[in-house]
């Protein structure tokens, strides 16, 4: 007896399970807190070089004789219509005034318009100090990395529950003392944690909601769960918008973990991985509790786990190395996995360097975020995954590219063109990124399905540490090409991803691969006598994707 037909016993997604789900989908929220307040946190606002020998220069005009002291000391950039940023005016000690030999500036004054504080702003990362703030968004990046190595194997072994309660406390404990240093190397090993832990808890957290849905409801609620960031990611900017100080931002957007410590108690371990571990007498409990709640009978064979089936260890995920096909297959997986996180953080992360208000934009990129979820859910199967996985890595890639044209050739009057553009590529990344998930997923043999998301997973992630290089290459170089730059690097990547998910075959409506051989014959030619599957299957033995049925006339 397989686990899954003690799902479909129980009831597939019934009233317990909807219970653990949505509790395992609360910890999306805290997690987006923490990547994604970057945006506020590293915030640059406006700012120019200090008046050298003045201690109390501000941004803001003090009067006619500050207004005057400013143009003589700190050159004025008609191009950009603004004062240096990193420049000024060298005095000249004989003549006592300033002379028109400029130097590299080391103190500066910022606007108190938007930001009463940012880190950026106290660590002066500007000018020649930029790329420390692009390392601080790496070493986030890098948390998630870590996170799915480490904890994601550590939850293999001592259990779900155990990580989110780790991984609770880590983010807690890490995301509370960002908010109290004042030096640079604390902050960035503080957010790589921070992230760390969010990763652990995220991830063990998700499985033991997944593990409990039966196989007809895993697609969707592969992609509800993403509703859940979302409701993440407007909170923060809610919050945000209040809280225009970085370090309350950082204590407030920490206090949810502690709310979420209650998870010991609310949240019960998986019995999947509870039978993996023979731990067989636990498990039977929590199927007891589950059947009492969805108000379901078990049979004795089902309550007492008499004759459940391990999964076994079967091939190896490297084992799809082996085979030509099947290689290149791995390699567009793991190139769309890496482009649409390299796309998709990095556009988030590229709100603060677009023009316009700061929070209405990264409101806007919610809400097409939002757009591209319902729309995977309504032509995921109709449609096809191969289908919708090149069309939303064109639309990204596309969109990106084409903002050259208003940057370059427009006006200022079109600037919002820009902005518009760099949603659409959001869209287009969000859904790929929901799509790429369960594509991956059906492509995998049974026997390593588990491996190769893990896999792919930590091939993402390099595209989140590359993403905020790339964002910030802008503050690098001058000129419209600051914006151009970084969006046509993401343009071109998501064309050839796009392009290159063409190479593979079609899911929808096929059997699952169980095995390395299964996988090297999926997507040939059928046979005559071959037949795909058209609706829901009688069969419950976890072989053959559940959300389909023999056709009648096979």
Not at 143 to 171: C, E, N, P
Not at 179 to 184: D, G, I, M
Not at 297 to 303: C, E, Q, R, W
Request: glycine content about 8%; overall charge neutral; hydrophobic content about 50%.
């Amino acid at each position: 007896m397989k686990f899954d037909e003690i799902i479909q016993e129980l009831g597939e997604f019934g009233r317990y399970q909807k219970r653990m789900y949505f509790l395992a989908c609360l910890v999306t929220i805290p997690t987006a807190f923490h990547i994604l307040m970057s945006v506020f946190v590293l915030a640059v606002p406006d700012h120019r070089c200090a008046i050298p020998e003045l201690d109390n220069d501000t941004y803001a005009s003090q009067g006619p004789w500050h207004a005057d002291l400013i143009n003589q000391s700190i050159p004025w950039l008609s191009q950009k219509n603004m004062y240096s940023q990193c420049e000024v005016f060298v005095k000249d000690v004989t003549q006592r005034d300033w002379s028109n030999m400029t130097r590299k500036c080391d103190k500066w004054v910022y606007s108190k318009e938007i930001f009463t504080s940012t880190f950026v702003t106290e660590m002066n990362m500007v000018c020649h100090h930029v790329t420390y703030k692009t390392y601080v968004s790496m070493a986030v990046m890098g948390g998630l990395m870590a996170g799915s190595f480490i904890l994601g194997t550590l939850s293999d072994v001592l259990g779900r529950k155990k990580v989110v309660l780790l991984g609770t406390i880590g983010q807690l404990a890490s995301g509370l003392a960002v908010a109290f240093v004042h030096s640079y190397i604390p902050f960035v090993v503080l957010k790589f944690c921070a992230t760390f832990f969010g990763c652990g808890m995220y991830l063990a957290s998700y499985v033991i909601g997944m593990e409990l849905v039966g196989p007809t409801k895993r697609r969707h609620a592969g992609i509800i769960s993403s509703f859940f960031w979302l409701i993440g990611h407007f909170l923060l900017t809610g919050i945000a918008y209040v809280l225009r100080n970085w370090r309350h931002l950082q204590i407030v957007l920490s206090v949810p973990n502690f709310l979420m410590i209650s998870y010991f108690l609310l949240l019960h371990e998986s019995p999947r991985w509870l039978v993996s571990r023979q731990r067989l007498k636990e498990a039977s409990e929590i199927i007891k509790v589950a059947a009492k709640t969805n108000n379901v009978v078990l049979s004795d064979k089902v309550a007492h786990l008499e004759e459940i089936e391990l999964d076994g260890a079967g091939e190896k995920v490297w084992h799809m190395m082996t085979n030509l096909v099947l290689l290149i297959r791995c390699l567009v997986i793991f190139v769309n996995w890496l482009v649409a996180c390299l796309v998709y953080y990095g556009l988030s992360l590229n709100v603060g360097n677009l023009s316009g208000d700061l929070y209405l934009n990264f409101f806007l990129s919610g809400v097409v975020e939002l757009l591209s979820y319902f729309l995977c859910l309504i032509f995921l199967d109709k449609a096809g995954r191969k289908l919708l996985q090149c069309l939303f890595m064109l639309t990204a890639g596309i969109a990106c590219v084409c903002t050259l044209f208003p940057v370059l050739y427009g006006t200022k009057d079109i600037s919002w063109m820009t902005m518009a553009l760099s949603l659409v590529g959001k869209f287009g990344a969000s859904a790929a990124f929901a799509v790429i998930y369960i594509y991956t997923a059906e492509l995998f043999p049974t026997v390593m399905r588990n491996s190769g998301l893990g896999i792919s997973s930590v091939v993402a992630r390099v595209g989140g540490i590359l993403a905020p290089y790339i964002a910030d290459i802008g503050h690098v170089i001058s000129g419209d090409m600051a914006v151009v730059l970084p969006l046509l690097i993401f343009g071109g990547a998501s064309i050839f991803a796009g392009l290159l998910a063409l190479l593979l075959p079609e899911t929808a409506n096929k059997m699952f691969p169980d095995t390395v051989e299964d996988a090297k014959n999926f997507g040939r030619k059928k046979s005559k006598n071959s037949f795909d599957l058209q609706g829901m299957t009688s069969q419950q033995n976890g072989k053959w994707n559940l959300s389909f049925t023999v056709d009648s006339e096979n």
